[in-house]
């Protein structure tokens, strides 16, 4: 169906549907007629974990690189900015949202900027959950059936386990997982219905970080890790402007814009969302802090793109085969539970992207499972050809994620339609958008170069 031909009474009902676009619950938050149970609201707990979900994913694989690109002292700061940044840029939306009744962040979009802004919004979230999503599948590609991509072959957990074989190569591993795992996970039509996958993702989330932090701690103890750099080796321009290519990973991994409102929707009591929002951001900076200080004591200057490739190695440790195989699996899990999650939000906007006045797709089960079997075969066949993570996150976060989580908020508080907005309110967006345009410029150029030397070497 078409978008409108932008009159009063298309916007307004695009704007109606808007809120059921990309964040709002799939089912209606009151029993229907022909509802089976009733739905009393989210607990706090499952919102956190819900939240926290979103956001703890695959940028934690990263981060240790970004780690390491920065030096100690400035990647944790990063860290702790971007936390910052999040929060107050997640309560710009929360604010506007209370104050017009708003239900979901693409309804406040074209609510302040009219149809085309809440076309931006989906189509940037669809970019950045896609490109998530594929960074998922390819993370449990590399730990599953291994990979060769530094040009070095670090094995899978299957390789390690049977040798290598047709049915444990990389296609086959992520059909068998697209097809037993994501599909029925997929299947959900209520965020709230996953608050208990949620939960344990975010305990095995821990258990990754406490196995390599127990490893670094015993391998510091026994003298056998190098001290890590504590600020980045400058040795020309081109070294300066490489280190903006840490910040579009920094990005991605806080990004869970699009998740607030189905979250904050589910709940009976709305001044919930903020303690939500705090705690499970203290949460997710805890374990990012924790996983990339380790991780890079742990394995120095040896550390990859995507940290659980290094688990292959012998960490010099009694038993270290055993707890290799403990931290990749309880993550690859992890990374499985998360999934859907996201995948939640993709949907969501696609299906808005592609039938804007169409009734909700919880009630069109043929449209949900064909958009829903669409978006899972683009996911898998990109994971297939596209090498290594930290190729996707560069676009991904420098490009659609700085949209949704900094930009977009900046931009609505400015417009201020709801006259919410103080004056720190306002420098505030404006700083967020120069910082986030200044560094994300920054980081594609030298991603440009790279690419373009890359190419030359080759």
């Known amino acids: 169906m078409g978008i409108g031909n932008g009159s009063s009474s298309d916007v307004t009902f695009a704007s109606h549907k808007a809120m059921q676009d990309e964040t709002t619950p799939l089912l209606p938050i009151k029993a229907e007629e022909d509802a089976i149970h009733e739905f009393n609201g989210a607990s706090f707990s499952g919102a956190v974990f819900n939240l926290s979900t979103t956001i703890v994913g695959a940028g934690i ?65 669809v970019i950045n959950n896609i490109g998530v999503l594929i960074v998922y599948m390819i993370i449990i590609g590399d730990v599953l059936s291994g990979t060769s991509t530094t040009g070095v072959h670090h094995s899978g957990i ?18 068998a997982t697209a097809l037993l795992v994501f599909a029925p ?55 300066v402007w490489k280190l903006f290519t840490a910040v579009p990973v920094l990005v991605t991994a806080y990004i869970c814009h699009y998740n607030v409102h189905s979250i904050d929707n589910e709940l009976e009591d709305k001044t919930q969302i903020k303690p939500i929002v705090q705690t499970s951001l203290g949460l997710c900076s805890s374990v990012y802090i924790a996983t990339s200080f380790f991780a890079y004591l742990l394995f120095g200057e040896a550390t990859l793109a995507d940290v659980l490739a290094n688990f292959d190695s012998d960490l010099r440790i009694p038993f270290s085969s055993v707890f290799n195989d ?133």
């Not at 309560?91 to 239900?103: E, Y």
């Not at 390789?159 to 049915?167: L, N, R, S, Y």
């Not at 208990?196 to 890790?225: K, N």
Request: glycine share 6%; charged share 15%; with cysteine.
């Open 185 to 239: 996970l997929v299947s959900f039509k209520r965020l709230d219905s996953l608050r208990y996958t949620s939960a344990l993702s975010v305990a095995l989330a821990v258990v990754f970080v406490v196995i390599t932090a127990g490893v670094a701690i015993v391998r510091l103890i026994e003298g056998t890790v190098e001290i890590p750099k504590l600020f980045p080796e400058i040795d020309g321009i081109s070294s």
């Open 61 to 125: 694989m990263a981060l240790p690189a970004s780690i390491k690109m920065l030096g100690l002292v400035p990647g944790i700061l990063m860290i702790i900015l971007v936390t910052l940044l999040t929060e107050a840029s997640i309560d710009m939306l929360v604010r506007c949202s209370h104050q017009g009744k708003i239900t979901s962040y693409g309804w406040l979009m074209g609510d302040t900027f009219g149809q085309w802004g809440r076309i931006a919004l989906q189509v940037s979230v």
């Open 326 to 458: 403990i931290v990749r699996v309880s993550y690859v899990v992890h990374i499985m539970l998360v999934f859907p999650i996201v995948f939640f939000a993709l949907r969501l906007n696609m299906d808005g992207l592609l039938f804007p006045t169409a009734r909700h797709i919880s009630h069109d089960n043929r449209r949900f499972t064909i958009i829903t079997i669409s978006l899972l075969a683009v996911i898998y066949l990109a994971a297939i050809f596209i090498p290594s993570i930290w190729d996707a996150f560069q676009f991904t976060g420098a490009t659609a994620a700085v949209l949704i989580g900094f930009i977009f908020p900046a931009m609505i508080i400015l417009r201020d339609p709801y006259g919410v907005s103080t004056k720190r309110d306002k420098v505030l967006a404006v700083t967020m958008i120069v910082l986030a345009v200044v560094s994300n410029s920054v980081a594609l150029y030298s991603d440009a170069l790279n690419i373009f030397y890359r190419k030359q070497e080759a």
């Open 158 to 175: 299957f390789e390690g386990w049977f040798g290598p074989h047709v049915w444990n190569s990389r296609p086959v591993v992520l059909l």
